[in-house]
């Protein structure tokens, strides 16, 4: 059975914008360096570093994890990924950013410079990585037009997704100034795969005062339910839905107060089938209560990510792996979680 990582994730650098056009070369986002304080080593660390584009300051490496080298997590030596890999025991990862896990920019052109030059860097990713090292394309969604172009050109390249997040500047994805983009995916046997992010930047911004889980979590979870009452997967029948690093912890919650609603309705309620007739697929975590959550929606679609670049990338499958020696959770699921869902959802 291959082990397919559903989330991980590749830390941007300088690198990731050497494929700008010449005339976008203005946009780059340059690194910051800030002075420690009297006393600490005068050594550049990842901890110290920040992107600056444009008028703003963004985090560049707080959140690394700590059993990843630094030219394996930005790329500079993908033959030194694919070795951890294989001592993981993983076949294969899907590629997640970490800088776009909010929004950049409110400038389109410049929103679609930064895409176009990520997405041409995992491209070349994709090249050096005999396969293993799958993707998901952004697209620069104030432009659509340009965002089905990379679709296109991702697609060529090695992309099995195409990234959006819970709240896209001031839309939903529910929206229906979406639906080119979804038609598109559907056409093309991608799916759209919403990760833990920030697309607003006054609610990055305002969220970002001690409340990490709006900041990131909550858009996506709201928009789950969204998906569900507007009733958008039926008019993509064919799109596959991913939602990535959020947990799964919260299904149960939101599927009782989906629930209600279809009862007040008058309408029958699928129950564990939600996921499955909405070809919806949720990233759970060792740590969720996985046989209540399987109770509730079945092991159809369930995946499993380990975050690698951002957390310790071993435990997540490690545990997973022992629940399934321990015999708490059947053994068949296990690999469907572990592998067979995530080919599902990303078509590999």
Same mark, same amino acid.
Request: charged fraction near 20%; proline fraction near 6%; hydrophobic fraction near 35%.
């Given at each position: 059975m291959a082990i397919i990582d559903a989330d991980a994730h590749v830390v941007e650098s300088e690198r990731t914008w050497d494929f700008l056009d010449e005339a976008d070369r203005q946009f780059a986002p340059s690194v910051m360096v800030f002075k420690n304080r009297v006393g600490e080593s005068q050594s550049r660390r990842s901890s110290d570093e920040y992107w600056k584009i444009g008028g703003r300051v963004f985090v560049k490496g707080r959140n690394i994890g700590h059993d990843t080298s630094r030219e394996s997590r930005e790329m500079e030596n993908v033959k030194a990924r694919l070795t951890h890999m294989d001592e993981l025991g993983i076949d294969v990862q899907v590629l997640y950013p970490s800088l776009f896990l909010r929004s950049l920019t409110n400038l389109p052109h410049v929103d679609a410079a930064l895409c176009r030059?990520?997405?041409?860097? !995992?491209?070349?990713?994709?090249?050096?990585?005999?396969?293993?090292?799958?993707?998901?394309?952004? *697209? *620069?969604?104030?432009?659509?037009?340009?965002?089905?172009?990379?679709?296109?050109?991702?697609?060529?390249?090695?992309?099995?997704?195409?990234?959006?997040?819970?709240?896209?500047?001031?839309? !939903?994805?529910? @929206? *229906?100034?979406?639906?080119?983009?979804?038609?598109?995916?559907?056409?093309?046997?991608? *799916?759209?795969?919403?990760?833990?992010?920030?697309?607003?930047? @006054?609610?990055?911004d305002l969220f970002g005062r001690g409340a990490s889980l709006g900041q990131f979590k909550f858009g996506p979870i709201n928009l789950f339910g969204s998906l569900i009452t507007s009733e958008l997967p039926r008019r993509f029948p064919d799109l596959r839905w991913g939602f990535i690093e959020v947990s799964a912890e919260w299904l149960p919650y939101v599927m009782n107060h989906l629930e209600l609603g279809y009862i007040r309705h008058g309408r029958e309620w699928p129950g564990a089938k939600l996921l499955r007739e909405?070809?919806?697929?949720?990233?759970?975590?060792?740590?969720? @209560? !996985?046989?209540?959550?399987?109770?509730?929606?079945?092991?159809?679609n369930l995946v499993l990510g380990t975050d690698y670049g951002h957390n310790d990338t071993s435990s997540e499958i490690n545990a997973m792996r022992k629940l399934k020696a321990d015999g708490k959770i059947a053994p068949t699921s296990i690999d469907k979680i572990l592998g067979g869902n995530a080919q599902v959802l990303y078509n590999l």
């Open positions: 030059s990520y997405n041409r860097w !995992l491209g070349e990713i994709w090249q050096s990585g005999n396969g293993r090292l799958r993707w998901v394309v952004i *697209p *620069p969604l104030h432009l659509m037009d340009r965002a089905i172009e990379e679709l296109h050109i991702g697609r060529e390249n090695g992309a099995c997704g195409v990234f959006i997040r819970g709240v896209e500047g001031d839309k !939903l994805p529910t @929206d *229906p100034y979406f639906h080119p983009l979804y038609h598109e995916a559907s056409r093309l046997g991608m *799916p759209i795969c919403i990760h833990a992010s920030a697309g607003n930047l @006054d609610m990055f909405n070809q919806i697929y949720v990233a759970c975590q060792t740590s969720d @209560d !996985l046989p209540y959550i399987l109770d509730h929606v079945g092991d159809e």
